[in-house]
């Protein structure tokens, strides 16, 4: 018997083609949420949008780096912080499928109960938001940035494995305070990263009512 097909689209094709990959996100989402793994959030080739109500993180650092992928390099602002509280994380991610359209996967978590995070690192290239540094110390040189050798610096230090010039701009403080964040980004990692009161959901479309903004 034939797939059934409505507007150009073969169902039971299409199902077989998701439901494994969702079914898969799902499952690392509990174990993370769980504490159970450490975490990393990309999309090949493709940026997502990460929104907060509030982010309080300790030894922060910021520096200019470039991610890889299949599209290229692109130009990013990395942000590190060794440990962060999120009030309301919204992470989504718009996947285009042909004939059927936009797919857009929604993560929520943080309602009622921060997210932990340790030695989280985002990679942006759009941030909107309301910040407050404490004890910041601007225009150090990002090879200047601690890595965890104790040779100096107060934030986590780079990245490893980010293509970042050792005399380039970059920025460190022993705190920040965000709040109403919006940012674009092509990479989010943690060592740990504990999502209390996780939600997931996979719609058909895109936009403001159904992405995170």
Request: charged share 20%.
């Amino acid at each position: 018997m034939n797939s059934m097909i409505r507007g150009g689209t073969r169902w039971k094709r299409f199902a077989v083609v998701m439901v494994p990959s969702v079914a898969a996100t799902a499952a690392i989402g509990v174990a993370v949420a769980q504490g159970a793994l450490a975490a990393s959030f990309s999309v090949s080739g493709q940026s997502f949008k990460v929104g907060a109500s509030s982010i309080d993180g300790t030894d922060f650092v910021q520096y200019g780096a470039l991610d890889t992928g299949k599209t290229g390099a692109h130009p990013v602002a990395v942000v590190g912080m060794k440990s962060a509280t999120i009030h309301d994380l919204c992470q989504s991610v718009v996947v285009p499928v042909p004939v059927f359209g936009d797919v857009t996967m929604r993560l929520e978590a943080g309602g009622s109960k921060a997210v932990e995070a340790g030695n989280i690192y985002i990679d942006a290239d759009k941030l909107d938001a309301d910040a407050t540094f404490n004890n910041i110390d601007i225009g150090v040189a990002a090879g200047d940035t601690n890595r965890g050798d104790g040779k100096g610096g107060k934030g986590p230090g780079m990245h490893q494995g980010d293509k970042a010039d050792p005399n380039s701009f970059a920025q460190q403080a022993d705190s920040v305070h965000f709040e109403n964040v919006r940012q674009q980004a092509w990479a989010t990692t943690a060592a740990s990263f504990k999502l209390s009161g996780l939600h997931m959901a996979v719609k058909k479309g895109s936009g403001d009512k159904i992405e995170c903004f």
